[in-house]
């Protein structure tokens, strides 16, 4: 069965410092991997996709994803967080239906 | 380009009533998917319509269903309200059908009482 696990509920950083928000899938084959972003009251915000190629992914907002096939991971980075980052992240597999997770709510500290 | 608009934006209601939702793609869209979030189950994957047809749907009772025009809008409805439907209802739009990118309303607050 398909499934994705985000295994931090929420995170907590220093502005300026990096980042790493991690994600697990399972899927009998390699599926189309996403990253949104939700800010409070609003809706989704794709950052970046995976659907075939290159492993490693640039999206919006200074924001990176890898692909690592033998980890069924798609982590996402990103080097120095600013303060209007924090929001909640979801990461989404579509295999053959499309599955969020559980969501990671980012903090950001002055 | 004008973004994918969700009316209404708070909606309440009492259980035993229906609900209608609508919601506009992004022009040249074909594809509408919707969802529910809820602070419990998360964002749940309720059905895509592409070009009028129903494509896929995901594990809700019947009492949720929903159409799709020919101009590409959506309607959702849900009949026999419970307390559980409590939710933000989030409609997506897409070119293609689903696996494609998709760009989500702001979302139907929909609360029952």
Request: hydrophobic share 30%; aromatic share 12%.
């Amino acid at each position: 069965a398909q499934s994705v696990t985000q295994p931090d509920i929420h995170i907590t950083v220093s502005e300026g410092a990096s980042l790493e928000l991690r994600c697990n899938y399972s899927y009998g084959a390699t599926p189309y991997l996403f990253w949104y972003v939700q800010s409070p009251g609003q809706g989704l915000q794709l950052l970046l996709k995976y659907f075939s190629g290159d492993t490693l992914v640039q999206g919006i907002k200074g924001f990176e994803a890898e692909f690592k096939r033998s980890q069924s991971s798609f982590n996402l980075r990103k080097p120095s967080v600013h303060w209007s980052d924090a929001a909640e992240y979801f990461c989404a597999v579509d295999g053959d239906k499309i599955i969020f997770g559980k969501g990671t709510r980012l903090h950001i500290l002055p | 380009k004008a973004g994918v608009t969700q009316t209404p934006r708070y909606l309440i209601k009492t259980r035993g009533q229906q609900v209608t939702l609508s919601c506009s793609p992004i022009s040249g869209h074909r594809s509408v998917s919707w969802y529910q979030q809820t602070p419990g189950q998360g964002l749940q994957f309720l059905f895509e319509y592409f070009s009028e047809t129903q494509r896929n749907k995901g594990n809700f009772p019947g009492r949720f269903s929903g159409r799709q025009f020919s101009n590409s809008r959506s309607e959702m409805n849900v009949s026999t309200l419970e307390l559980g439907d409590s939710a933000l209802y989030l409609c997506a739009s897409s070119l293609a059908s689903l696996p494609d990118t998709q760009y989500f309303g702001p979302g139907t607050r929909l609360t029952v009482l």
